[in-house]
Structures are given as structure tokens and as C-alpha cells.
């Protein structure tokens, strides 16, 4: 059996796979930014609200199946295949995006709408491109960067993922910077994405990368396979198909075939396969570790877009664009990212995550009942560094408990938390919300919900929810919008039932490495490393 080497790791690796993660931060803010702002995607290709935001999902789903499905081919294609596939990725969205530019802008009368159409066609075909390049980039750098430090994994992938919000602060300055030039001529945002794309491709593209330390140690892929298990596969598999069921819109038959048979077809008998093959159900940790990454993505991704908007109103009455409010939260996860290792030394991962879990709980919590400027950036801040080390920590607990399940666990967890945020997790928060503002409706103003309300569906069932169109009509919608936006504020404490779930899951984890003797990394060879 091959023995890891000892070699000092190279820095210059770890910046080149920094800056990787720093592309898909300006590919998001960027393209957030030209979907939100009414003079850019929205006009140029005649979008309304929903058709906007389909159009920014489409650049966020392709990267958790990326992510999965690259890990398990990338120890054979090797990491700089991946780094490469990345980089075309994003030339390509590049290019489509240009194409889309070109498409519209001098359409006129009757061959404007045909023009939009086409136009919204290769923009839609370069943001699930530009997701599977995202997806790519966090497949081969966090195997990259847990072999590089496999001595201080935790510490390494919180400074490794202190390039995402480091890539918001970054790209969001240059997109204010840009102000009027950019919403006269979008392809701007669509240029500064080159500048770390090909700064990390020239540093990569003949760099030396690690042999992955599970390849390294023999430990075979049916290994790999075996940490993460049937039951881990059975998860990240049906929420993989059932979110490639919801994009191509399989909701009832495809042919005469319901659409539900095809999809748990297609799951039977992957996971037969799977576990015929590595013939096992799975650590139980790692099962555990994959629940917990549920409710942990849903809290830090999926409160971005409710406490967005309570923030929005307070920030233009202070003459801001609300960005700023991206641009602060993520600068102190940068920061705070940058100083993990002494943090995780005085806490331990299990630790550090429980304390997290808390000030999420607080944050929330106070969040929901703040109304003025100070104290609801207060509450933002006190939520913001709650949710910093919750991602790379736990990608840290995972690379430390099995390595032997290599790119596989490392990433399938991950992809296991975004596809969550999409297909229930945020979703879920909305129902919440559209929950509260029935209730408050009915007690304030009775008689007015029936009026103004619409059914919807989604993975978990049915709900209603306010229809602003409705409200518009009504006599008294100022007074229905100000309930209903009380209501949904109001609506974060019952939020905080997800980082309250993963503290009591955390505090089961630290009581049982208690009786173990402590928290320790696991070595490749099964044993206990040395503790935090």
C-alpha cells in the first residue's frame, strides 16, 4: 500500500483552487445582478418576475449534479481535466451570453419578440453551462485542497472557502463600480468574469496535483463508494432526479407513463446497482452527517432571499443600493474564514458548529421582529457570523471522518445540501412565510385572503400563497402588503426550527466522541490522528 508523502503542500495550488472558487462568487453576483436589475436581462429579453428567476435557477441546479456526478470519475479523469472542463464551461457562457447580447440589442417592431425569444434560448442553454463549470470547480478543489492539508483539513477548507464571499465582495464592488456603464451595456459583467478564470487556468494548467489521499493510501473505489453507501446514494439520488424531473417539468406522464414511475424506476435501479457493487448501506455518521447537511444549506442559502428583502426597503430609505447588504454579510464570512484555524483549535468542528447553530438561532430569531436600519443590521450581523464556518466545517468533518470516501462524500454532501435548498428547503421557508401572512390576514383583515390568495404545489404538498397581482386590484392593498410583509418577517422565528435541529444533532456528536475520548481526525488507515 502506497503511503501519503510527506511533501510540503503546495501554496500555489491552494491559490490557484482559491481563485477557481473566487469565478463561480463573480459568475452568481454578476449574473444575479443582471436578472434583478429591471434595465438589464428582464428588458433586454422581455422577462417578468418568474420567468427571471427560472432563469437564475438554471444556473444553479446544474451545479450540485455536476458536483456528484463528477466525484465519482474524477480520482480516473484527474483533477486537471476537471480544472479544464471548468474553464470551457464559463467560455462558453461567455459566448452565449454575447450571442444573446448581439441577438436582441437592434431588434425592432415585429422581430423583437422573436429576437428576445432566441436571445433568452442561449441564455438559458449558457446559465446551466455556467452550473455545471461551478459544480466542476468545487468537485476537484475541495479533494484538492483536503489531500494538500489532510493534517488540518477544517482549518484549509474554511480558507479555501473564504474565496466565495471573498468573490461577492470582490465582483460586487466592480458591479457598483460599473453602475451606469453596466446597465447600458450588460456584456461588461459578462467580461470581468475572464480576469479569475484565466488567472486560474494559467496557474493550474501545468500545476502539480496532488495524488488524492485516498488513491495514494490503496484504499480501492469500491472503498469510496462503500463510506457514502446505499443509503447516502439513495438520497443524493432522488433529490438528483427529482430535480431533473421538476427542470424538464415531468410532473405528470411522459407518454402514458405517470412521470413518479419513471423517476423511482430509474432510482430502483441505480441503487441496485450501487449496491450490488460496494455492498454496503453506508457509515452510519455519514447518514447523519448528510441530514444535517439538509436543514445547514436550507439555513444559510435558503433565509438569503427573505432576509434580502427585509433588508431592501431600509437600505434604498438610506439612499443604498441593497447589494450593499450582500457585499457586508459576505465580507465578514471572508474575514472570519481567513482566521478559522485558531477557531477551530479552541472549539473543535463539533464545537464550532454548535456554536454556530446558536447565533443562527439568535440571529433569526431577532431578524424577525427588528424594524429599524441599526437593529435589523444588527440582527444580520449576529445571523452572518453565525452561518460563516457552517459549509466548510462540515466539509472539514466530513474530509476528517472518512477519507477513505475520498471526492465522493466530500462532494456528494455538499450537492446533497444545494439540490435540498432548491427542490424543499427553500421552497419550504416560502411556504412558511405564505403560512404566516394567511394567518395574520384572516385575524387583521377577515374576509380579504380568499380574495387575493393562489393554490401552489410543491415537493413537500400543497399551500397558498398572496398573489400581488390580486392585491394590486384591491381597494386597501397598501395596508394587505404591510400584514403580509409583518408576516413574513415574522414568519424567520419559525425558521429557526432548522439551525435549532442541527445544534441538537451536533450536541449528540460531541457527546459521543465524548465518550471516545474526544474529537479526532480518522487517518486513511482507519485510526484516530491526533485531536484539534
Known amino acids: 500500500m502506497n503511503k501519503p508523502t510527506d511533501e ?59 458536483i456528484i456526478l463528477f466525484s465519482l470519475v474524477i480520482d480516473r479523469v484527474g483533477y486537471r481535466v476537471a480544472m479544464v472542463f471548468s474553464f470551457v464551461c464559463y467560455a462558453i457562457y461567455a459566448a452565449l451570453a454575447l450571442l444573446a447580447y448581439n ?61 466565495w464571499p471573498g468573490g461577492l465582495v470582490v465582483g460586487g464592488l466592480i458591479t457598483l463600480g460599473l453602475g451606469e456603464a453596466a446597465k447600458n451595456d450588460w456584456r461588461l459583467l459578462i467580461y470581468i468574469i475572464a480576469i479569475p478564470a484565466l488567472v486560474y487556468l494559467v496557474m493550474l494548467i501545468a500545476a502539480k496535483f496532488p495524488v488524492s489521499e485516498r488513491v495514494s493510501a490503496g484504499a480501492t473505489y469500491r472503498d469510496m463508494l462503500g463510506e457514502f453507501g446505499v443509503i447516502g446514494a439513495a438520497i443524493a439520488a432522488f433529490l438528483v432526479f427529482q430535480q431533473i424531473a421538476d427542470v424538464m417539468n415531468l ?51 435558503g433565509t438569503d432571499a427573505a432576509i434580502t428583502g427585509i433588508m431592501e426597503e431600509p437600505m434604498k430609505a438610506k439612499g443604498m443600493d441593497p447589494l450593499w447588504v450582500l457585499i457586508y454579510t459576505s465580507a465578514i464570512m471572508m474575514v472570519l474564514r481567513f482566521f478559522a484555524g485558531p477557531i477551530v483549535k479552541l472549539f473543535t468542528p463539533l464545537g464550532l458548529l454548535a456554536v454556530c447553530s446558536v447565533l443562527a438561532v439568535a440571529g433569526l430569531y431577532s431578524l424577525s421582529m427588528t424594524t429599524t436600519f441599526l437593529t435589523i443590521f444588527a440582527a444580520a450581523t449576529l445571523y452572518g457570523v453565525g452561518k460563516t464556518f457552517f459549509w466548510p466545517t462540515m ?34 421557508i416560502g411556504a412558511m412565510q405564505e403560512d404566516s401572512a394567511k394567518v395574520a390576514l384572516n385575524a387583521d383583515m377577515p374576509g380579504v385572503y380568499p380574495e387575493i390568495s393562489k393554490d401552489g404545489s410543491y415537493l413537500l404538498g400543497n399551500y397558498q400563497a398572496v398573489d400581488d397581482a390580486k392585491v394590486a386590484e384591491q381597494p386597501n392593498a397598501a395596508e394587505i402588503t404591510e400584514v403580509v410583509k409583518k408576516a413574513k418577517q415574522g414568519a424567520l422565528a419559525k425558521v429557526t426550527v432548522f439551525p435549532i435541529f442541527m445544534l441538537v444533532c451536533y450536541l449528540i456528536l460531541i457527546a459521543y466522541f465524548k465518550s471516545k475520548g474526544g474529537y479526532k481526525p480518522v487517518t486513511i488507515d482507519g485510526k484516530a490522528a491526533e485531536s484539534h
Not at 31 to 59: C, S, Y
Not at 255 to 263: D, H, K, L, N, S
Not at 411 to 419: Q, Y
Open 395 to 428: 466539509l472539514g468533518v466530513v474530509a476528517e471522518q472518512f477519507p477513505k470516501g475520498g471526492a465522493l462524500t466530500l462532494n456528494a454532501i455538499a450537492g446533497i445540501g444545494m439540490l435540498t435548498v432548491g427542490i424543499v428547503g427553500g421552497p419550504l
Open 251 to 301: 410532473k405528470d406522464t411522459v407518454g402514458e407513463v405517470p412521470a413518479t414511475v419513471i423517476t423511482w424506476g430509474v432510482i430502483i435501479v441505480s441503487l441496485i446497482a450501487y449496491g450490488l457493487y460496494c455492498k454496503s448501506l453506508g457509515r452510519p455518521m455519514m447518514v447523519f452527517m448528510c441530514i444535517i447537511m439538509m436543514p445547514l444549506a436550507t439555513t444559510e442559502l
Open 103 to 163: 441577438t436582441v440589442k437592434g431588434a425592432e417592431g415585429a422581430d423583437l419578440q422573436a429576437a428576445q425569444a432566441t436571445g433568452l434560448q442561449y441564455l438559458t442553454a449558457g446559465s446551466i453551462i455556467l452550473g455545471l463549470g461551478n459544480g466542476t470547480v468545487e468537485a476537484f478543489i475541495n479533494p484538492v485542497v483536503a489531500t494538500l492539508f489532510s493534517k488540518e483539513k477544517t482549518k484549509w477548507l474554511n480558507i479555501l472557502h473564504a474565496g
Open 8 to 66: 510540503k503542500p503546495s501554496l500555489f495550488v491552494f491559490w490557484g483552487c482559491f481563485i477557481a472558487l473566487i469565478t463561480t462568487a463573480f459568475a452568481f453576483i454578476t449574473r444575479a445582478f443582471m436578472i434583478n436589475t429591471p434595465e438589464m436581462w428582464p428588458a433586454d429579453f422581455g422577462l417578468d418576475k418568474v420567468e427571471a428567476q427560472g432563469l437564475f435557477g438554471h444556473g444553479i441546479w446544474p451545479f450540485a449534479i455536476s
